[in-house]
Structures are given as C-alpha cells and as structure tokens.
T-cell receptor, first 114, second 109 residues
Framework: DVKVTQSSRYLVKRTGEKVFLECVQD?????MFWYRQDPGLGLRLIYF???????EKGDIPEGYSVSREKKERFSLILESASTNQTSMYLC?????????????FGPGTRLLVL | QKEVEQNSGPLSVPEGAIASLNCTYS??????FFWYRQYSGKSPELIMS????GDKEDGRFTAQLNKASQYVSLLIRDSQPSDSATYLC?????????FGTGTRLQVFP
C-alpha cells in the first residue's frame, strides 16, 4: 500500500512565525504535490516537484516555499505565517508518467494561524 | 469560468437509489479524469479514473466520459449511507490535477 505521511495533523502558530510542514512517501514516487483546501474553493495547488531538488510553482505559490532534498520527502515552508494561511494542507505523491497516474494523499495538516 | 465545475449540493438520495454526480471542464486538451471521495475530516481517496469516451464500471460505481461535451459523471448504484461524502472531480493533461470544488452526497436510510 502507498503510504503518504504528514508531520502533524493539527498545528497552531502565531502570525509571523516560520512554519514547516513535512511530507514523506514510501513508494519511491517521483512526483510530489502540496495543496491547500478551503471551503468553497476546493483543492488548490501550491507547489509541486517532479524530482529531487526540483520545484515548480502551482496556482497559489505566494507566501510559500518548498524543499525537496530527498526523493521521499517534500517540505512546505510558510516563511511568515499569516491568518489567511489558515487552512487544511494536503500532500500527495504519484509516479511520473503520462498524466494517468493516481495521486495518493496524506492525511492532511489542519493549520490555524492566530 | 472555473476550469472544473461541480454542483456543490448537497445531493440527497434514499438508500438503494442511484446517485448521479456531474462535472464539466473547460480545457479541451484534458486527457485524464478522476473521481475522488472525501469523507469529512479525511483526505481524498481515488474511486475511479477514466481516459476514453464511454462508460467504465467498477462494482457499484460507473464513470461516464463525453469529451465532445466536456462532461464527466459518476453514477453510484444501490447507494448506501456509507457513500455519504464529498465527491471531487479532477482533470489532467499533464501530471498536474485540476480539482472541482466537490459535490456533497447525502444518502439517507
């Protein structure tokens, strides 16, 4: 079974703090993704990575950065957390290919920024 | 215009009925289509994928794709209360997925 794990299920941070969200997958997947999910807005892609040390901006990268130093690990960084970054953050992974590959999601991190 | 559109619902159906969930998309170059189920407080999980026009059946689930009309649907036969969840339509022509906002399905006994 594919397993995608995220470092925290719930996180409470203060405005201005630097926040690290970590994601690890155990299936040797090339592709990894970070989404945020908000009511009425659905899942929106923040950043994705097709390979180690490679990153691409998604639809809403502002205020975020990412790091992929190892194939199995993809970190999302909020440089200076703001209240509008309160959200559910979901990590996903998939094999590389033709676009037909399933994305497998982690359990999510619910982040509250006060 | 949103790239992937779904009716937010809720769609309420009685137990044993057929639930029909619909999705339209704007990018004619889209090649792959997915239906994910998301229970409240949980992460999405894949139910069905479809790539060619027509129907694809898997147990109680049938996905239908019409690329000319840019329309994909999910039918759930013999709906059960355990099917109550939000169903997300996702569309891709690369390794990236574009998600709809989801349709909430409620199956009542």
């Amino acid at each position: 079974d594919v397993k995608v794990t995220q470092s925290s299920r719930y996180l409470v941070k203060r405005t201005g703090e630097k926040v690290f969200l970590e994601c690890v997958q155990d299936m040797d997947h090339e592709n990894m993704f970070w989404y945020r999910q908000d009511p009425g807005l659905g899942l929106r892609l923040i950043y994705f990575s097709y390979d180690v040390k490679m990153k691409e901006k998604g639809d809403i990268p502002e205020g975020y950065s990412v790091s992929r130093e190892k194939k199995e690990r993809f970190s999302l960084i909020l440089e200076s957390a703001s209240t509008n970054q309160t959200s559910m953050y979901l990590c996903a992974s998939s094999v590389a290919g033709t676009g037909r590959e399933t994305q497998y999601f982690g359990p999510g991190t619910r982040l509250l920024v006060l | 215009q949103k790239e992937v559109e779904q009716n937010s619902g809720p769609l309420s159906v009685p137990e044993g009925a057929i639930a029909s969930l619909n999705c339209t998309y704007s990018d004619r170059g889209s090649q792959s289509f997915f239906w994910y189920r998301q229970y409240s407080g949980k992460s999405p999980e894949l139910i069905m994928s479809i790539y060619s026009n027509g129907d694809k059946e898997d147990g109680r689930f049938t996905a239908q794709l019409n690329k000319a009309s840019q329309y994909v649907s999910l039918l759930i036969r013999d709906s059960q209360p355990s099917d109550s969840a939000t169903y997300l339509c996702a569309v891709s022509n690369t390794d990236k997925l574009i998600f709809g906002t989801g349709t909430r399905l409620q199956v009542f006994p």
